[in-house]
C-alpha cells in the first residue's frame, strides 16, 4: 500500500488517500494492513497491521459459569423491565406479522425504521403522542445487542418533525395534577382512621407529598430505612430514578400539625406490628384485604410482600376520588400528583430550586422540578404582570 501523490501539499480539507490491492497473505508475507470505519491515521501514516492487534487467547473471552449466571440476571429496575417488555412484545409482534417476516433482535435499521414510521402513522391517527413513540423506540433500540444496534437517526429526525407539528396543532403534553397540601389533605381526610387501612392510606399521602415520591420509592420502601423522632421522621430512599447506581439517599422531614407525619407513622407501624408484618427488611406499604389482613402472595412472587408501584396510584385515585377530585383543573390526579404538589408548593413559597432538587431527588443542576413539576393551579398561579403598579391614565406621557 503506497500514499498516492496529490500533486501538492495536504490540507485539512484534503486527507491522506491509499491505493491499495487485495494480495493472497502468505507465511513470510508482511501482515495485511486493519482499516476499518474508526481508523484515524496522521499524514504520512499506515493503517496498522493485524500482527500489531492485542494478541488475544480465547482465555480473554470466556467468564466463570458463576458471572454467567450473574450476567444473565436483569440489571434494570423492574418498573424499567416490565416497561420495555410490553414495548418489545408488541415490536416482535409487528415484525412476526410482516410478509416476509421480519427479524426483531437484531434487527436492521430498515426494520427499526419501518416500525418507528408504523407508530408514527398511529399517532398522527390519535392513538398515541409523541413523546409516547419516542419512549417506545428508545426501549427497542436499548434491547438490542449493543454492537448491532440500529441507526435511530431517521426515526429522531421524524419524531421531532411530527411532535413540532402536534405542538402547532395544539397539542399538548399530558400531566398529572398537582396535589398541592391543601388537596393532599382532602385525601387524607377521606381516609378512616380508625381501620387499618385508613392508617395505611393517611400515612401514604402525608408521607408521598412530605418527601416527593415517586410510586417506585414508596412501593420499595423498607421499614428500617423509615426512622421515627418526635419532632420528625428520618426516610431513607435507597434508590431512585435519577440514582441507577444504588447510592441512596436520606433526608429528615421536620413535622407539621397538618400532616402530622410522626403521629401515622407511629399509627400504620403499630398496625403493622400488630399484623407480624413490621421487621426491618419487611416493606413499609402492604395490600390488604378488605378486613385489614395483609394480602398474600404465590411463593416466589418477585416483588415478595412489596406492593405494585401501580397498586398505590390506583389507591391514591380511590382517595381522590372520594374526596371527590379525581381531576384538578382537568388534570387527572396520580401517585405522581402528591410529587409535583409538594414541588409547587415550595417553588410557590420561594425554595431555591436547589433545595428543591435535594428534597425530590432530582439530579444536581436539574430544571425538571421548575419546567415539568411546577403545576400551579388556575387563579393559584402566581402572575409577574401583578407585580407592576396599576396606572389609570388616558393618554401617553408627554402628549397633550
Not at 161 to 173: L, N
Not at 174 to 183: D, F, G, H, K, P
Request: glycine share 8%; charged share 25%.
Amino acid at each position: 500500500m503506497t500514499e498516492r501523490p496529490s500533486g501538492g501539499a495536504l490540507t485539512e480539507e484534503e486527507p491522506p488517500v491509499f491505493d491499495a490491492e487485495l494480495v493472497e497473505y502468505g507465511a513470510g508475507e508482511p501482515a495485511p494492513y486493519v482499516v476499518t470505519q474508526h481508523t484515524v491515521l496522521a499524514p504520512g501514516r499506515l493503517p496498522p497491521r493485524s500482527d500489531e492487534r492485542p494478541a488475544w487467547t480465547t482465555a480473554d473471552f470466556y467468564v466463570t459459569a458463576e458471572d454467567a449466571e450473574e450476567l444473565g440476571a436483569e440489571d434494570i429496575a423492574e418498573n424499567t423491565r416490565v416497561n420495555r417488555d410490553s414495548t418489545v412484545r408488541a415490536f416482535q409482534a409487528w415484525c412476526a406479522a410482516q410478509e416476509p417476516p421480519r427479524l426483531a433482535r437484531p434487527c436492521t435499521t430498515a426494520t427499526y425504521t419501518a416500525y418507528g414510521l408504523h407508530l408514527i402513522r398511529r399517532g398522527k391517527a390519535g392513538e398515541f403522542k409523541p413523546d409516547t413513540v419516542k419512549a417506545y423506540m428508545s426501549r427497542i433500540s436499548s434491547w438490542q445487542p449493543v454492537d448491532l444496534r440500529p441507526d435511530t437517526t431517521r426515526v429522531k429526525g421524524k419524531l421531532r418533525t411530527w411532535r413540532k407539528a402536534w405542538a402547532e396543532a395544539g397539542g399538548e403534553v399530558e400531566r398529572s395534577a398537582a396535589l398541592t397540601i391543601e388537596y393532599s389533605l382532602a385525601l387524607i381526610a377521606a381516609c378512616d382512621e380508625s381501620t387499618n387501612i385508613g392508617k395505611r392510606d393517611a400515612f401514604l399521602v402525608a408521607l408521598g407529598y412530605a418527601n416527593l415520591h415517586r410510586e417506585m420509592e414508596l412501593a420499595d420502601l423498607l421499614v428500617r430505612r423509615l426512622r421515627i423522632h418526635p419532632t420528625g421522621i428520618h426516610v431513607g430512599t435507597a434508590s431512585s430514578k435519577t440514582d441507577q447506581q444504588g447510592k441512596g439517599s436520606s433526608r429528615f422531614i421536620e413535622d407539621r400539625p397538618d400532616l402530622r407525619l410522626v403521629d401515622r407513622a407511629r399509627a400504620w407501624l403499630a398496625v403493622l406490628e400488630e399484623l407480624e408484618a413490621g421487621g426491618p427488611d419487611q416493606p413499609v406499604f402492604r395490600s390488604l384485604t378488605a378486613g385489614g389482613n395483609p394480602r398474600t402472595y404465590p411463593e416466589g412472587r418477585k416483588r415478595g410482600n412489596r406492593m405494585r408501584p401501580g397498586s398505590l396510584n390506583e389507591r391514591i385515585q380511590h382517595l381522590a376520588g372520594k374526596a371527590g377530585l379525581p381531576y384538578i383543573d382537568d388534570r387527572k390526579v396520580t401517585a405522581h400528583s402528591l410529587r409535583a404538589g409538594a414541588n409547587t408548593d415550595m417553588a410557590a413559597a420561594g425554595v431555591p430550586l436547589a433545595e428543591r432538587n435535594r428534597a425530590g431527588r432530582w439530579a444536581a443542576g436539574s430544571h425538571t422540578a421548575d419546567t415539568v413539576y411546577d403545576r400551579p393551579h388556575g387563579l393559584a398561579a402566581s402572575d409577574p404582570l401583578a407585580k407592576v403598579p396599576v396606572r389609570l391614565v388616558t393618554q401617553a406621557p408627554g402628549t397633550r
